[in-house]
């Protein structure tokens, strides 16, 4: 399971936005702090349920062996992918011709990795005694949009986190758990967009 490294892009859901569909006075900032916590909560909701990214951000797969072709690594729609690897006394840097990653991957569900045909073959990995020894960075989710511009998402996803946000403004009792739970309701409002494995 990829492990998430940064989100370097921004949510899909302004603060804004997701108050004025709570019905929340913008010039009222005192749950500003609050609102962007739910919306990543919400939007990781989202995440979870369909299988795909709505923000930015960069995964990290690591390996004790190079991929098989047919290794789908479970990170849907890459837009870049980094691969690094163990020379046996340091991490090395795979130059972006040696190899070639397929964003559908395997039944559309993740994403594969293999050596370009220019450099027929994988390099050769050092040894370890315990651990990785291949990282396979890979980005996904929507582009970065040009400053003050919103990120776009599906309709579908932006109404379910907005939504969300609304329900668990109005109900803090429901914040007050360890986890934010989705509500059942608004599930089906994500049905298009789940991968189906």
Known sequence: MPTRLSHPGAEPVTVAAAKL????????????????GLISAARESAEHMTGR????TVWREELADWPAVTDAIRVHGASACAISYWTGSAWATLDAAAYVYAPGGIGNVGTC????L???????L??????PRV???ITAGPPVPEEGQPVVVPAQVDRYIKAHV???????EATASASLAANPLLASLLDAEKLWV
Do not use: E, F
């Open 21 to 36: 569909a709570a019905s929340i006075d913008a010039d009222i900032t005192a749950w500003d702090t609050d609102i962007a």
């Open 53 to 56: 990214t709505y923000r930015r």
């Open 113 to 116: 990795v293999a050596p370009s």
């Open 118 to 124: 220019a450099a027929g073959s994988w390099p050769a």
């Open 126 to 131: 050092g040894a370890v005694a315990l651990g």
């Open 135 to 137: 990282r396979v960075d």
């Open 166 to 172: 609304s329900a668990w403004r109005k109900n803090p």
